[in-house]
């Protein structure tokens, strides 16, 4: 059986990308961002997490909107690396877990989920700006990744996300998999990338979403785009991935493991890691 | 129920007005999907080098219409945005034209287009 271990909320950003490309981890600006990831490395060592479903969302790399879909699992064996317009990141190809990856799939539908299965697939900034802050290349963990609609209204609501992680989280403890298990959502948190006010951010919200997120999910589950939007900027619609994360730990009171934040440029940057509450002492 | 009689939005926080923002898709995508997905083409690897060489040849090929041609050749993201580019074809296709996203979002904040900023 699989076991689902926790769950790590993260911004991503090509900034953040680009500072690990420049090897900026001890600048002054960075270092303390980069370091609040290595309790949540370590966490992920000491509970034997192997493979990481990540959900986040596409930059127009790997879907176009030829045909967009709302939710995308891949199921592949290997994730190739997106070149996003640039020359693509050092970095080698993703493994997956193309087992558990059709598990998953065969859990969501079976719960009315219906995710678009991708077998083969490129992964941008939107997972691979955060992915080596949890594994270091070369990868030593499995990524199982879920794109979300995010970008081309209409778009999957907050608590869909929210009901999306609950069947996620059904589908990952149903599957006969002998691996270990933690769903990260990226994304976020406030940004605004057009009009007169490019630029934006908006601290004090992105405190009280975390606040919320851990404390008060589904009360944050009911929000709404627009009311996302009214908070956070237009692009920080984004946020309401981290409600699939979220959604995946149960019922009962995660256990804290990281949370940190910080807002130096366009978007601010959160991470929060959370253990499932249900996580038996076995199971730890 | 009405937003005051929501008890999430008390949760929420009180709301910031920002100016402009726009709610992608729809009639606005459709209008820019021809634009949006040459922007995208423009910027793979294989596609960048002759695009830079002959811009007109490329975007005559694309079959796009005189007032998207113009607006590419004037670098005009803030017009982009506004004919129905998505901001992150707006942001890939700064990479080929050599506008990073901070003269991008100088651009939107009033600089003018076509210059450095």
Same mark, same amino acid.
């Given at each position: 059986?699989?076991?689902?271990?926790?769950?790590?909320?993260?911004?991503?950003?090509?900034?953040?990308a680009?500072?690990?490309d420049? =090897?900026?981890q001890?600048?002054?600006a960075?270092?303390?961002?980069?370091a609040? #990831?290595?309790?949540?490395?370590?966490w992920?060592?000491?509970?034997?997490? *192997?493979t990481?479903?990540?959900? #986040?969302?596409?930059?127009?790399?790997?879907? %176009?909107?030829?045909?967009?879909?709302a939710? $995308?699992?891949?199921?592949?064996?290997?994730?190739?690396?997106? =070149?996003?317009?640039?020359?693509?990141r050092?970095?080698?190809?993703?493994?997956?877990h !193309?087992e558990?990856?059709?598990r998953?799939?065969?859990?969501?539908?079976?719960?009315?989920?219906?995710?678009s299965?991708?077998l083969?697939?490129a992964?941008d900034?939107?997972?691979?700006?955060?992915?080596p802050l949890?594994d270091p290349?070369?990868?030593?963990?499995?990524?199982?990744?879920?794109?979300?609609?995010?970008?081309?209204?209409p778009?999957?609501?907050?608590?869909?996300?929210?009901?999306f992680?609950?069947?996620?989280?059904?589908?990952?403890?149903?599957?006969?998999?002998d691996t270990?298990?933690?769903?990260?959502?990226?994304?976020?948190?406030s %940004?605004?990338?057009?009009?007169? *006010?490019?630029?934006f951010?908006?601290?004090?919200?992105?405190?009280?979403?975390?606040d919320?997120?851990?404390?008060?999910?589904?009360?944050? $589950? =009911?929000?709404? %785009?627009?009311?996302?939007?009214e908070?956070?900027?237009?692009?920080?619609?984004?946020?309401?991935?981290?409600?699939?994360?979220?959604?995946?730990?149960?019922e $009962?009171?995660?256990?804290r493991?990281?949370? %940190? #934040? !910080?807002?130096p440029?366009l978007t601010? #940057? =959160?991470?929060l890691?959370?253990?499932?509450? *249900?996580l038996?002492?076995?199971?730890? | 129920?009405?937003?005051?009689?929501?008890?999430?939005? @008390?949760?929420?926080?009180?709301?910031v007005?920002l100016?402009?923002?726009?709610?992608?898709?729809? @009639?606005?995508a459709?209008?820019?999907?021809r634009?949006?997905?040459?922007?995208?083409a423009?910027?793979?690897?294989?596609?960048?080098?002759?695009?830079?060489?002959?811009?007109t040849a490329?975007?005559?090929?694309?079959?796009?219409?005189?007032?998207?041609?113009?607006l590419?050749?004037?670098?005009?993201y803030?017009g982009?945005?506004?004919?129905g580019?998505?901001i992150?074809?707006?942001?890939?296709?700064?990479?080929v034209f050599?506008?990073?996203?901070?003269?991008?979002?100088?651009?939107?904040?009033g600089?003018?287009?076509?210059?450095?900023?």
């Amino acid at each position: 059986m699989a076991t689902l271990v926790g769950g790590i909320g993260s911004s991503h950003a090509p900034s953040i990308a680009f500072a690990q490309d420049a =090897g900026h981890q001890e600048r002054p600006a960075w270092k303390d961002f980069f370091a609040a #990831y290595a309790p949540v490395r370590e966490w992920l060592r000491e509970r034997r997490v *192997d493979t990481l479903v990540m959900v #986040y969302n596409d930059h127009l790399n790997n879907f %176009h909107f030829d045909n967009y879909p709302a939710f $995308a699992l891949g199921t592949g064996e290997l994730h190739r690396v997106a =070149g996003e317009g640039k020359e693509p990141r050092q970095l080698p190809p993703v493994p997956g877990h !193309s087992e558990l990856a059709w598990r998953i799939a065969r859990g969501l539908v079976g719960d009315e989920f219906d995710p678009s299965l991708c077998l083969d697939m490129a992964l941008d900034h939107g997972a691979l700006s955060v992915l080596p802050l949890l594994d270091p290349p070369p990868w030593t963990m499995r990524v199982v990744p879920v794109a979300v609609n995010v970008v081309l209204d209409p778009m999957p609501t907050p608590r869909r996300c929210w009901k999306f992680g609950q069947s996620l989280a059904r589908s990952i403890a149903a599957s006969p998999c002998d691996t270990r298990v933690a769903v990260v959502a990226t994304g976020g948190l406030s %940004h605004q990338l057009h009009g007169p *006010d490019f630029g934006f951010t908006h601290p004090e919200w992105d405190q009280r979403f975390l606040d919320l997120l851990e404390d008060a999910p589904e009360t944050l $589950a =009911g929000i709404t %785009h627009q009311q996302l939007i009214e908070r956070g900027g237009a692009e920080s619609v984004e946020m309401m991935v981290w409600l699939a994360m979220r959604g995946a730990l149960g019922e $009962a009171r995660p256990r804290r493991v990281q949370r %940190h #934040y !910080s807002a130096p440029m366009l978007t601010g #940057y =959160g991470l929060l890691a959370l253990e499932s509450g *249900d996580l038996s002492p076995q199971d730890s | 129920m009405t937003p005051s009689q929501d008890p999430g939005v @008390a949760a929420f926080g009180p709301p910031v007005a920002l100016r402009g923002v726009v709610r992608y898709g729809g @009639a606005l995508a459709q209008r820019g999907y021809r634009l949006n997905a040459f922007l995208v083409a423009i910027s793979r690897r294989e596609n960048r080098a002759a695009y830079l060489q002959d811009e007109t040849a490329a975007m005559a090929r694309a079959g796009l219409s005189a007032e998207e041609r113009a607006l590419v050749e004037r670098r005009d993201y803030p017009g982009m945005l506004a004919y129905g580019v998505n901001i992150y074809a707006v942001v890939k296709a700064g990479y080929v034209f050599g506008s990073t996203l901070m003269e991008i979002g100088a651009q939107m904040r009033g600089a003018p287009a076509g210059g450095t900023v």
